[in-house]
């Protein structure tokens, strides 16, 4: 082990015990070397995610970052078990230990586009989807008052008589209807939350808002949610809302591990957040091989991306931390069996 890795193996902060209280009436979501392959029609197949390894427990939320096209939303899609047909996965996915899908209601997937009723007022959408969604054994004022609360949790009680429109027709901006669309799918409170870009089109003071209603939704309705989302750029009290961080590239994981703790790993391995820097940004321009670090203006002495990124990758995987999560998947897994 070379002195850095040594270093880097200090930072062990992946807690592998689990609280008793956690392993009832809860959702632990694993995946141990996962790999997904697309067939392609040219060159045979291609491998879009390789050999991941990591969790998401309840109480927590997960950030999935990582540059336009490493495998985000894929990654989403295979925990959430609705990946193309043309992909073929390997490798494990269990939820509490089994390979199950979980009872209708108790998970939701906020997806990238809003598929939402152009005619449709705010009120309108979440009120007919409470009606479809919500179990008969609540009363029709019930659901009324839960699509209500719902609407005022995503910050849009002045908009609740607008129109959703499209196409020609004005509606809701483009952050509003992202609210939504997260409205519809928290309705059913699921224990078990997806959300592939929940801050997409909205502002810096929006994002936290909205971050931080999801971060606190167990607050309000009691239960420990598994929540698990991909975002492109947090501002920094955004990022200091995540529990953990997969950070992929090309495909691979270069770090899952506390959020917290991901600037020390970048230092230890000699890509130091320069002062005032946003951190989150400080990483995906280190890990985005699309824009060569080479090719910025004075910068033609540094190091290629691609070497970067195999740095950290290797770095990761030799860690103490990687050892750690492994363990914690092995353990999630024994105990909630
Ligand atoms: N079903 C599929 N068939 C073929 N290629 C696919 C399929 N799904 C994903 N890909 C490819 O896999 C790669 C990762 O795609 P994915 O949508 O997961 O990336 P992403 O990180 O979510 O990107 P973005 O941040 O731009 O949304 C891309 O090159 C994409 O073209």
Request: net charge negative.
């Amino acid at each position: 082990m070379t002195s850095l890795e040594m270093e880097t193996s200090d930072i062990n902060l992946v807690q592998t015990h689990i609280p008793k209280e956690d392993v009832d009436d809860a959702v632990f979501l694993s995946w141990k070397d996962l790999w997904v392959t697309v067939r392609d029609g040219r060159h045979g197949s291609r491998s879009i995610l390789q050999v991941l390894t990591a969790y998401a427990q309840p109480g927590e939320l997960l950030a999935i970052m990582g540059p336009s096209g490493c495998g985000k939303s894929t990654l989403l899609d295979a925990l959430a078990g609705r990946l193309n047909s043309n992909t073929i996965q390997a490798g494990e996915v269990l939820i509490n230990g089994h390979k199950q899908a979980l009872a209708y209601g108790t998970t939701a997937y906020v997806t990238q586009d809003d598929n939402l009723v152009a005619t449709l007022t705010v009120r309108e959408a979440v009120y007919y989807s409470a009606q479809l969604q919500l179990p008969d054994s609540m009363s029709n004022s019930e659901k009324e008052e839960r699509a209500e609360r719902t609407i005022r949790e995503m910050g849009l009680q002045d908009a609740m008589n607008t129109r959703i429109g499209g196409w020609g027709a004005k509606g809701l901006s483009g952050g509003q209807k992202r609210r939504v669309s997260i409205c519809i799918e928290i309705l059913t409170h699921p224990k078990l939350l997806f959300l592939d870009e929940p801050t997409s089109c909205l502002d810096s003071a929006a994002s936290y808002y909205i971050m931080s209603r999801i971060a606190s939704l167990g607050r309000n309705d009691g239960i420990r949610r598994t929540i698990i989302f991909s975002i492109h750029q947090p501002s920094s009290e955004v990022f200091q809302l995540f529990n953990n961080l997969c950070l992929l590239s090309s495909s691979k994981m270069v770090y899952f591990g506390p959020a917290s703790a991901a600037n020390e790993f970048f230092t230890l391995n000699g890509f130091p957040c320069p002062t005032y820097q946003n951190h989150s940004d400080h990483f995906l321009k280190t890990i985005n091989k699309d824009f060569g670090r080479d090719l910025e203006q004075g910068m033609s002495d540094a190091t290629p991306t691609e070497e970067v990124i195999n740095t950290l990758i290797q770095s990761y995987t030799s860690s103490e931390t990687y050892q750690e999560v492994r363990k914690k998947v092995a353990e999630i897994n024994k105990e909630v069996m």
